[in-house]
Nanobody, 126 residues
Framework: QVQPVEYGGGLVQAGDSLRLSCAAS????????MGWFRQAPGTEREFVAA????????YYADSLKGRFTISRDNAKNTVYLQMNSLKSEDTAVYYCAAAAYGSSWPTAGRYDYDDWGQGTQVTVSS
């Protein structure tokens, strides 16, 4: 089991960049596909990006390709989300999550992720 904790949210202006971090406690972090999701008020939680166990493969929501980059450092049990050229519509609570053990790649479904962080708020002002 992995317990993620997100860091790095905040208030930024449109066009700015922000990097979110997710530190995961628990053993065998490198055994889990990790993902980022987000949820704006009144909307469903939506997939942002996922990264394979080794970090060699990444997968993104089509609408975010080119602006967001997911990465991980297994030595530090940490996964990152670099967000560039932020827009007001990126405003949301961002969640880090670990996919169910043994999940196939890619894993983008919300219900395929078992362990969730508490979320970090990102607000982009226009």
């Amino acid at each position: 089991q992995v317990q993620p904790v997100e860091y790095g949210g905040g208030l930024v202006q449109a066009g700015d960049s922000l990097r979110l971090s997710c530190a995961a406690s628990g053993r065998a972090f490198s055994s889990y596909i990790m993902g980022w999701f987000r949820q704006a008020p009144g909307t469903e939680r939506e997939f942002v990006a996922a990264i394979s166990r080794s970090g060699g493969n990444t997968y993104y929501a089509d609408s975010l390709k080119g602006r967001f980059t997911i990465s991980r450092d297994n030595a530090k049990n940490t996964v990152y989300l670099q967000m560039n050229s932020l827009k007001s519509e990126d405003t949301a609570v961002y969640y880090c999550a670990a996919a169910a053990y043994g999940s196939s790649w890619p894993t983008a479904g919300r219900y395929d992720y078992d362990d969730w962080g508490q979320g970090t708020q990102v607000t982009v002002s226009s």
